[in-house]
């Protein structure tokens, strides 16, 4: 992306999505000289680092039909990864806001881009672009482990997605699968009130133990 835009001159360029990937895109492309317009579906910027409270009907977020909440931060994160990746020193951006409905080509030769977003008033706007930059993410849909026999068992499941805040789990003795960064994060938040937690996982990762 970076070479084949950066050796064209002055370009429109869409970017979709305003979390930090958008972010970086944006302020990299308008240091390089060119137009960038950041399009967000949420009322803020941020990504799944922009907390909501509410949380998704289905707690497993397995059923394809649900409304979906997009972050999946809780209060009491700050970063799950080291600082030094995920500092900015500077992020300016131009950011119209919308949901992004198609993007196409089909303008002839040229090769334009033309993306047509849904704006907060349902107003449609298509807009040309010489290049579109994609940052919209993949955290919103969750990954969930199969395991052989779980749907029959009766106890409370939930995927991290949705997980807010640790009270829910006071003086429960609770089993986190997965032993990534969320998992280690989150099982000592719910440590603070939880009689027993556990992490189970196909392997372990010293470092991601704090060992």
Known sequence: MSSSISALKSCNVAVIGAGPGGLVAARELRREGHKAVVFERQAQVGGTWEYQPSVEADPLASDPSRTIVH???Y????????????GFRDYPFLSPGGTVEVVYTGLGADGKWRLR???GNDEEVDEIFDAVVV???HHTEPRIAEIHGIDAWPGKQMHSHN????????DQVVILIGNAFSADDISRDIAQVAKEVHVASRSVDDSILGK
């Open 163 to 170: 997980y807010r805040i640790p009270e829910p789990f006071r």
């Open 75 to 86: 209060p009491s994160l700050r970063t799950n990864l080291p600082r030094e990746v995920m």
């Open 71 to 73: 972050s999946s931060l």
């Open 135 to 137: 940052c919209n993410g």
């Open 117 to 119: 977003s849904r704006r």
